[in-house]
């Protein structure tokens, strides 16, 4: 029982820090190995983790670790991510949000799991951000319109058609602000590198192991939840309040 448990911290230990274990890593496939071939492991590891309020991903005979909704010790809340990404508003904040799944949205469809490309040039995530925003912003309802939710697809779709495509910084590819399309697209793209989902070279954006465990995942556990929430004029906090925390307060 004991091995058993020092083998299990050891395992949380590694995910928990954003690393994955895999078969085909030498550092971890021996941690791998033991949550797979060891049940005592396995359910000590499993134990710690729902503890926790984490969520276990498996993809491509590697395991990650994400946090769960409404975990506020692992997971981001609004003020943590619009420091991270320098952004200084919560619209500002659903628009690099809605980036992001639209980015999910060119791998998958929303009711299947196959992957359709192998990845997505930021051009191309530019153009479906515009179009999506255009079609749902022109389907909003009189009422929404009339209670005006902040944080809705209204909302956002605001911001970006107030946005020029580009701006003269936007040709330096290590820079990202928030004056352009372009620059907000680059916010979430570098975000999501930093934290494993993509792999960028040059313009184009590969999806990593990770991002396949999550997103799969994502579909099978969710569908299109998010999406419907939001296409109805509901704000992001209200369609998910545990991805983002409470933030009442937040200047809009």
């Known amino acids: 029982m004991e091995k058993s448990l020092e083998k299990a911290l050891d395992i949380y230990t590694v995910l928990a820090t954003g690393k994955s274990l895999s078969a085909k890593d030498k550092e971890t496939s021996e941690l791998y190995n033991s949550f797979y071939s060891d049940s005592e492991v396995y359910d000590i590891t ?19 670790v994400s946090a769960g909704h409404g975990n506020k010790v692992f997971g981001y809340t609004n003020d943590d991510l619009k420091k991270k990404m320098g952004l200084r508003l919560n619209k500002e904040l659903y628009m690099v949000y809605f980036i992001t799944y639209e980015a999910l949205l060119q791998f998958y469809k929303t009711s299947d799991t196959y992957q359709i490309k192998d990845y997505i040039r930021i051009d191309e995530l530019i153009e479906a951000v515009t179009n999506d925003l255009k079609n749902f912003s022109t389907s909003i309802s009189a009422v929404d319109e009339a209670e005006g939710d902040k944080g809705s697809f ?4 605001i911001l970006w058609d107030g946005l020029p495509p580009m701006i003269s910084e936007d040709k330096d590819r290590n820079k990202a602000s928030r004056g352009s399309r372009m620059g907000f697209t680059k916010i979430a793209a570098n975000f999501l590198t930093g934290e494993g989902i993509f792999t960028a070279v040059d313009d184009r954006l590969y999806p990593t192991d990770r991002f396949h465990a999550i997103a799969e995942n994502y579909f099978e556990d969710n569908g299109s939840l998010i999406y419907e929430q939001l296409s109805r004029g509901k704000s992001v906090e209200e369609a998910d309040p545990g991805r983002f925390g409470e933030d009442k307060n937040a200047e809009y």
């Open 154 to 157: 209204r909302e956002i779709a």
């Open 46 to 64: 499993m134990s710690i983790i729902k503890r926790l309020g984490l969520k276990l991903y498996e993809y491509n005979d590697s395991i990650f």
